[in-house]
């Protein structure tokens, strides 16, 4: 599950970003998620919320699990939400610079949570 509170009150939307910073290649995203109603606070596992999921770096639509190489090490799984101040307009499959894009010069607060995982 992720959770969250702290939202601002004037937020129009949140969004999230799942991403390994570790992965051998660079960052490696896992979950590109926008459109979601600001009065949420939270994702229960396995939850498909309605929102606009983007593509992960899978090459799929949606949440692609920790996947790291075998005798990798742990790595990081940086899950960050965003509030914004106004719709982002994001359709179809929005990549995670779309998303970065889309937030400039209206994100009005964020937070962070990190989880680590190995095989």
Request: net charge negative; with cysteine; proline share 9%.
């Amino acid at each position: 599950a992720l959770e969250w509170s702290g939202v601002p009150e004037e937020a129009a939307e949140l969004a999230v970003l799942c991403q390994d910073p570790d992965a051998p290649s660079g960052s490696f995203t896992h979950w590109v998620l926008a459109g979601l109603q600001p009065t949420a606070t939270g994702l229960a596992e396995g939850e498909h919320p309605a929102a606009v999921e983007g593509r992960n770096d899978f090459g799929e639509e949606g949440y692609g699990g920790p996947m790291p190489p075998v005798g990798d090490g742990p790595h990081r799984y940086v899950f960050r939400v965003y509030a914004s101040s106004a719709p982002l307009g994001l359709t179809g499959a929005p990549s995670a610079e779309d998303l970065r894009r889309a937030l400039e010069g209206k994100e009005l607060a964020s937070g962070t949570l990190v989880g680590t995982y190995q095989r």
